[in-house]
């Protein structure tokens, strides 16, 4: 009889170590799976800051250029018609 408590005993010791292990296992690899992932995740979103952050950069940048156009037209357009005028005045005198 004190054997078979012993062998009992012993596989019952053997199945707890073995589930034990196992859950360890997934355990770990299900953090390293979740570190990995949250690192890709903060590696992406800073790749999306980056491609925001350009994509704005270059949107100002054509903005202003359209304004400092549309500005040197309007005061070319002024000097033009200032030079024409004072033209007219000259030759009215």
């Known amino acids: 009889m004190a054997k078979r408590v012993k062998k009992y005993c012993f596989i019952s010791t053997l199945r707890l170590t073995?589930?034990?292990?196992?859950?360890?296992?997934?355990?770990?690899?299900?953090?390293?799976?979740?570190?990995?992932?949250?690192?890709?995740?903060?590696?992406?979103?800073?790749?999306?800051?980056?491609?925001?952050?350009?994509?704005?950069?270059?949107l100002i940048k054509f903005k202003v250029d359209r304004v400092v156009k549309i500005v040197d037209y309007e005061v070319d357009k002024h000097l033009r018609e200032a030079q024409y005028s004072a033209r007219q005045h000259t030759l009215e005198a």
């Open 18 to 58: 073995t589930s034990l292990l196992l859950l360890f296992i997934t355990i770990s690899t299900l953090g390293a799976k979740i570190y990995i992932r949250t690192q890709e995740g903060k590696e992406r979103a800073r790749e999306m800051r980056s491609t925001y952050i350009t994509e704005q950069r270059r």
